[in-house]
C-alpha cells in the first residue's frame, strides 16, 4: 500500500508545491495553500475515537467541499474517516497504509486542485 515516499513523490509533481516541516509534521503546499499534510491523531482525536481510533501514518487532504468528503467516508471506512476536528471542514483523513497508491494519487490531485484554482 501507500508510503510516504508515495506521497512526497506525488506532490511534489504538481506544479507550484514546496514541501516543509511546521512543528514536526510535514507538509504540502500550493501557492502556500495547505493541501496534503501528515496529521497524527491528538489526544482530543483519540478520546473521541475510542477503540476505533486507528494506528499507523495518517494523512490529511483537502477535498473540493463537504459532498465530496461525504462521498470518500461512504466509499470505504477502511480508508477514509474524519474526526470531530474535521467537522464542518472540506478535508478527509486517510490510513496511509490502506489506500493503494492509484488511489492515493487520485486524491492528491484532486486535492491540488481544490487549492490552486483561482477564486
Not at 483523513?93 to 489506500?99: A, D, K, N, P, Q
Request: charged share 30%; glycine share 6%; no cysteine.
Amino acid at each position: 500500500m501507500a508510503t510516504w515516499n508515495d506521497v512526497r513523490r506525488i506532490a511534489t509533481s504538481m506544479p507550484d508545491v514546496t514541501e516543509g516541516v511546521r512543528e514536526g509534521v510535514v507538509d504540502w503546499r500550493v501557492k502556500d495553500k495547505l493541501f496534503v499534510w501528515e496529521r497524527p491523531l491528538r489526544k482530543t482525536d483519540l478520546a473521541a475515537m475510542g477503540s476505533s481510533a486507528p494506528s499507523g501514518p495518517i494523512l490529511a487532504a483537502r477535498v473540493p467541499d463537504l459532498g465530496a468528503k461525504e462521498a470518500l467516508l461512504a466509499s470505504d471506512e477502511s480508508v477514509y474517516f474524519t474526526t470531530p476536528h474535521f467537522n464542518g471542514y472540506p478535508a478527509i483523513l486517510v490510513r496511509l497504509e490502506h489506500i493503494g497508491v492509484g488511489e492515493l494519487e487520485e486524491l492528491i490531485v484532486e486535492a491540488w486542485h481544490a487549492r490552486a484554482r483561482r477564486r
